[in-house]
């Protein structure tokens, strides 16, 4: 078993598609405004492509202490990809970050693994920090392969990353089933699924490189369950969806991973 001890905990804010240009912004000066009070914990955040230059001056103006992220990327550097939005255009307008292969995009939008996988390449290859999203789905849950779904997920999206480049990967683990849904994994539930996680990480690379790697947990995470969730030895903090979009919420969240009672 290991220790969360070490891996400094990062939250993560997915606004997912809303807000517009004067909602956005002002979350990220009400969040940006007071994070700068909060230590020990890492935080990005998620706006929809047409605002993330103008929230990136907001966190700028914030002190800059927010990661600016953005919601997926395409894997070419440019050409006839209608809608697509390349590494080099994030990077241009401020993002450091990225999500990869996140729930929606799997069984919404259909994105396949090995596309994933090329995705992953991309934002590692322009000095993003990568956050590869897996989980599973409510009837492979019931299946009982929860494990062996996040393994899946995992080998094929990291093939071919190299155990440096895992210095720039996080991982955040997603029950699709608990996505929007109000039902979240018990506490237990979710510590088991990171633990089996961080032993597919050893097995792919080593027992350093498992336990360096951060692993957030994503499914309707709260100020109410979050202290719980973060508490486990195995989760270094959430990817927040729903409670992102509150600044109140979000701050007790940051708080939750930072170790302060909210």
Known sequence: MSSNTTRRPIVGGNWKMNTNTESGTALARAVGDVFG???????????????LAQVGDVLKAAGGQIVLAAQDIYHEPSGA?????????????GCKAVLLGHSERRHVIGERDDL?????????????????CIGETLDQREAGKTDAVNKQQLTAGLEGVSKAQMADVVIAYEPVWAIGTGKTASAEDAQGAHAAIR????NLYDQQTADA?????????????????????????????GAALKAGDFLDILRAAAGVAV
């Open 37 to 51: 009070e909060i230590e020990g914990v890492d935080a990005f955040v998620c706006p929809p492509f047409p605002f």
């Open 81 to 93: 990809f209608t809608g697509e939005v390349s590494a080099a255009m994030l990077t241009d307008v």
């Open 116 to 132: 994933i996988n090329k995705k992953t390449h991309a934002a590692l290859d322009a000095g993003l920090m990568a956050v590869l």
């Open 199 to 202: 032993e597919v990480l050893a």
């Open 213 to 241: 790697t951060r692993i957030q947990y994503g499914g309707s995470c709260k100020p109410s369950n979050a202290a719980e969730l973060f508490a486990q030895p195995d989760i270094d903090g959430g990817l927040i969806g």
